[in-house]
C-alpha cells in the first residue's frame, strides 16, 4: 500500500475551476494505477477519473471534457484538473492507488486518501 493526502479543495462558484492534487508515499508510485473517486452527501461513492501506465486516462460521462486527471511520476503525485465546475459537482474527492484490473471499481483500490471537500455554489 501506499499513504496518500489530498490537496486543493475548497469552495468555487458555478463555472470556476479547482486543482485536486494527490502526493503519494513509496518507490513504486509509476507502477500504480491512480484513480479520482467523490462521494456526496447521502449518496454512493462514484469513479470520476483514472490514469495509468505513462499517461492513459479513462473519465465518467458525467466530466468527460470538464476534468483532466494527470500525474507526475517524478513528484510522486496525481492532479485533478477540475474546469467548468457544477453545483452536482459538489462532493468529497478521494485519490486511490493499486494496480487494478477494472479502474472504475473502487473495491479493487488498497490505498485511499483522507479526501478533500471541493463546494461549487451556484
Known amino acids: 500500500q501506499v499513504q496518500l493526502v489530498e490537496s486543493g479543495g475548497g469552495l468555487v462558484q458555478a463555472g470556476g475551476s479547482l486543482r485536486l492534487s494527490c502526493a503519494a508515499s513509496?518507490?513504486?508510485?509509476?507502477?500504480?494505477?491512480m484513480g479520482w473517486f467523490r462521494q456526496a452527501p447521502g449518496a454512493e461513492r462514484e469513479f470520476v477519473a483514472a490514469?495509468?501506465?505513462?499517461?492513459?486516462?479513462y473519465y465518467a460521462d458525467s466530466v468527460k471534457g470538464r476534468f483532466t486527471i494527470s500525474r507526475d511520476n517524478a513528484k510522486n503525485t496525481v492532479y485533478l484538473q477540475m474546469n467548468s465546475l457544477k453545483p452536482e459537482d459538489t462532493a468529497v474527492y478521494y485519490c486511490?492507488?493499486?494496480?487494478?484490473?477494472?479502474?472504475?471499481?473502487?473495491?479493487?483500490?488498497?490505498?485511499w486518501g483522507q479526501g478533500t471537500q471541493v463546494t461549487v455554489s451556484s
Open positions: 486511490a492507488a493499486d494496480r487494478v484490473r477494472n479502474v472504475v471499481d473502487g473495491r479493487q483500490y488498497a490505498s
Open positions: 513509496g518507490r513504486t508510485f509509476s507502477s500504480y494505477t
Open positions: 490514469t495509468w501506465s505513462a499517461s492513459t486516462t
